[in-house]
Each structure stands twice: as structure tokens, then as C-alpha cells.
């Protein structure tokens, strides 16, 4: 039937069972609700629909809701729903409802959209319009009704948009005229007390140790955090499947691969997978290890389109992949090219020597399997000093005590204050033979966040700031 208004896209999602109150996404929506415009914008999984559903419910506001999917970007549709979302919570739009045909042109749909605007401003009583899903948006006649009711309504009509990407709004315009409400990815996390509170409602009660550490591998994502409960029902030892919970755990690696690598064009997946064997990386080395001379644009569209890309700096030159993703990337590239991992990783050594990153150089030989290389490089950072100079601790220090492992004690070492434990003297021993930390962490049988925790007490004890010149007091040790 023509012109039909399928009438469950106008009701918000049930909340779902279990939920965890998040006052303090609340209390944020309360707030930005007060000006023109809130842009919820996050990648998949991160609770964007459940937050504004539970906000909804109890809203200050009547509240008009509209799920948009694929099929909405035919402007008339689209048109033709949002109208019928407002007349649910304003009977005074009840007239527009034939005001807009099946596949109407531009000037009847501006003009469908004029009296949209002016019924509203006739009405003066406030109103909250929430677009959910937006992202499923990519054609520019939709855009632009959406941009022409940003720049036209009336202040009473509030608009809430819940997306995985950024949508191409006049988002920096609104930003400088203070009009507009951002929550994102940090904003979105759980924090520790919020993963308890969800766990202990799904009848999960663990140590505190266990969800921090839950937390902390997750990241906070409530995805990461939802399937990890379902995996932990009726699991007698909880602390030994969180020491082991990453994005390789089949719930989540389901998740990511139908949710969202799959829906990215075979650009973007290429990118992703060939950049997802770089732990820290920006443009001129993503460059490099994927031949690609568009980098920068492609790392500029992965973070507008909220694909689990973590800036680390505020210039947002450098960048990671959320630990999940990229387990889930690195997986699906083992699967499909057991080959290319290697070669990625030798043009990854070869950029960072170029660019005077020893250290990162001789991680990535050691990750491609060039024996010879990674030697070349530990000699070469060992004869230039052992150390790097611009690494915390390295500089200014004169000469280092010696330090002595537990169970290694030689006559001739002075004791130490803290001695190395026998797992952190092994570690030791195995970076000082050129392994990467998820070489290390294969061979002892451990996670890679506990390989590098012994990273850091080793650097710690032995006082030294770099992998290379702990490798070099390894071999002082006679631990190499």
C-alpha cells in the first residue's frame, strides 16, 4: 500500500531486562536536551539505543521517536515516518499526514517540510524528536531534510541523533554556536562500578580484581561486557576465562564480524585488516605497511565512521585499534592470508628503522620472523648505548646498579632491592632472544596484558626505559 507508515518504527526498543541505571547518561541527555541539537555518536555495541530508550521513558520532555534503516533513504519515506513520529506526541500535525506522496520531488518535499516547521513553532510547547540509527543515512536528499529542520525549527523542537558514524550535519557550526550536546565513545564506557552493577544483575558476583579486569580488557565496551556474562553463566573458575577474554571469544568475534566488519566496503576492509598487526601507528606508517598513498584520508573516514579507532593524541595523529577489533581483524587476517602477516610486519621494521624507531623496528623483525634482522637491530641499539634517548627513565640517570633475579644469584652482583621474580627473569630471558610481547605471551602460556604488566615491573627494577637496553642488562645479568 502506498504512502503505508510502518508504525513499530515510531515506538522506542523495550529496555532490556537487566539493564544497569546510568544516571550519569541521563542526567547528560536531561541537559542536551535543552538546545538544538544531542549527537550520540559511538561504534557498534556501545549502548547508544538503550541509553536514550531508558531516557526516554522517564524524560521531562514528550519525546517522538523514529528508527530509521536502509529503506529510509528515500526521502519520502523518510518524510512521511518522521511526521507521523511527531504526531504521536503533537495531535496538532495530524493534517500533514497526506501532505506527502510516495516519491515526491524537491520543492514538495521542502514544502511538506515548511509546514512541518510551522505547525511546530505554532505550538509552543517543547518537543524531543530522536533519529535512531542514523548511520543507515547516506543519501544527500535525506541529508539535507535533516540539515534544512537543523537550520529552520523552531527552538521548542529538540533533535537527539543516535549513530555509528558521524553524520555530514553542521556539526562544527552548532559546536561554536554552543548548540550542540556531544556523547560519544568515553563518554559511553562503563566504568568498573557500572560493570559490577550489570554483572551482579545477571546474578554474577565477582572479586572487584575480576571486574576491573574485566573492565579493563573490555575497554568499558557494554558489548564486550554483555557477552562476557553470557560466556561466564555456570563457569566454575570466572578469574581464568577473564584472564583469557578477548576479541578472538566466538560471541564477540561474531559480533564484530556481522556487525561490523562485514557491512564496510572491501577498501576499508583491506585497510583494517592489513594496519590491524600495528599496535600504535599513524598516516606515514599506515602508508607503508598497506601501500596505500591515501592513508591519512582513510584513517580521517575510519574515525568519523566510529570503527573502533582510539586517537592518542589530541592532534589525533596517532592512533590504535580497540584491543577486541583488533584481535577480531588480526584473526580474520591469519584466516585468510596466513602469508601476509609477515611481509606486513617486515614493511612495518623497515618504516620505523627509517624513521629512527629502533626498538619498534626490532618488535616487528622479531613479529616477521627475521631472525637476522632483529639481531641487526638489537646490536645496532646495544653499540649506539643500549638506550633510547628520549625514553622515560633513560636520560640523565649515570650509571645503573646492578640488579639480581630471584633464584639467579651471582657472587659478584650486589643485591638487588626488589628482585626480579622467577616469570619476570623468563620474560626477561626471552626479550633479550628478540621476541615481541605476543611471541613471549604464546610461549608462557600467558595474555598479552600480563606479558606486558612483567614489561613494566622489569623496566621498573632494572631501571632502564626501553626494550633494547633491557635487553642489553639481560646479557649483564648472564640472563641472555
Not at 17 to 26: E, F, N, Q
Not at 266 to 291: C, K, P
Not at 456 to 462: D, E, G, P, Q, W
Amino acid at each position: 500500500m502506498k504512502n503505508a507508515v510502518l508504525t513499530t518504527k515510531l515506538t522506542p526498543p523495550p529496555v532490556p531486562s537487566g539493564r544497569t541505571p546510568r544516571r550519569r547518561l541521563l542526567t547528560r541527555l536531561d541537559r542536551g536536551a535543552e538546545g538544538r541539537l544531542t549527537l550520540v555518536s559511538a561504534p557498534a555495541g556501545y549502548g547508544k539505543t538503550t541509553a536514550l530508550t531508558s531516557w526516554a521513558q522517564h524524560a521531562a520532555l514528550p519525546v517522538a521517536w523514529l528508527s530509521l534503516d536502509e529503506a529510509d533513504n528515500a526521502p519520502g519515506r523518510f518524510l512521511r515516518h518522521l511526521v507521523a513520529a511527531l504526531q504521536r506526541r503533537d495531535d496538532t500535525l495530524q493534517q500533514l499526514g497526506d501532505l506527502v506522496g510516495d516519491e515526491p520531488a524537491g520543492e514538495d518535499l521542502e514544502a511538506a517540510l515548511i509546514t512541518v516547521v510551522n505547525d511546530i513553532a505554532a505550538n509552543e510547547e517543547p518537543l524531543v524528536l530522536v533519529l535512531d540509527d542514523y548511520h543507515w543515512i547516506a543519501g544527500e536528499p535525506v541529508h539535507d531534510l535533516v540539515r534544512f529542520l537543523l537550520d529552520h525549527a523552531p527552538a521548542q523542537l529538540r533533535l537527539v541523533i543516535a549513530s555509528r558514524t558521524d553524520p555530514p550535519l553542521p556539526l562544527a557550526r552548532l559546536r561554536v554556536a554552543q548548540a550542540l550536546t556531544e556523547i560519544r565513545t568515553d563518554e559511553l564506557r562503563f566504568t568498573a562500578d557500572e560493570a559490577a552493577a550489570l554483572l551482579d544483575r545477571q546474578g554474577l558476583r565477582l572479586a572487584d580484581a575480576d571486574v576491573a579486569e574485566l573492565t579493563l580488557r573490555t575497554e568499558g565496551w557494554p558489548a564486550g561486557l554483555h557477552l562476557a556474562a553470557l560466556s561466564l553463566r555456570g563457569r566454575d573458575d570466572p578469574h581464568a576465562f577473564i584472564a583469557f577474554y578477548t576479541g578472538t571469544d566466538r560471541f564477540v568475534l561474531d559480533y564484530l564480524t556481522e556487525e561490523v566488519l562485514l557491512r564496510q566496503p572491501t577498501d576499508v576492509q583491506d585497510f583494517l585488516l592489513m594496519t590491524s598487526v600495528l599496535d600504535r601507528f599513524d598516516a606515514h606508517l599506515a602508508a607503508a605497511v598497506t601501500g596505500t598513498s591515501d592513508a591519512a584520508a582513510m584513517l580521517r573516514r575510519i574515525e568519523r565512521d566510529n570503527l573502533f579507532l582510539v586517537p592518542l593524541d589530541r592532534q589525533h595523529s596517532s592512533y590504535r585499534y580497540h584491543a577486541f577489533f583488533q584481535d577480531l581483524l588480526q584473526h580474520r587476517l591469519r584466516a585468510a592470508r596466513p602469508d601476509l602477516p609477515a611481509r606486513l610486519h617486515a614493511r612495518a621494521s623497515e618504516a620505523l628503522e627509517l624513521s629512527g624507531d629502533v626498538e619498534g623496528a626490532l618488535e616487528h623483525a622479531a613479529l616477521a620472523g627475521d631472525g637476522t634482522r632483529a639481531e641487526r637491530l638489537l646490536a645496532a641499539a646495544a653499540g649506539a648505548g643500549g638506550r633510547d634517548d628520549d625514553a622515560p627513565g633513560a636520560a640523565g640517570k649515570g650509571a645503573q646498579a646492578p640488579f639480581r633475579p630471584a633464584g639467579h644469584g651471582a657472587a659478584d652482583l650486589e643485591p638487588a632491592p626488589e628482585p626480579l621474580t622467577e616469570r619476570e627473569a623468563e620474560v626477561l630471558r626471552l626479550i633479550a632472544a628478540g621476541l615481541a610481547n605476543k611471541q613471549i605471551a604464546r610461549r608462557l602460556g600467558l595474555s598479552l596484558n600480563t606479558v606486558k604488566t612483567h614489561c613494566r615491573n622489569i623496566y621498573a627494577k632494572l631501571g632502564v626505559g626501553s626494550r633494547t637496553r633491557a635487553a642489553a642488562r639481560a646479557r649483564e645479568l648472564g640472563l641472555a
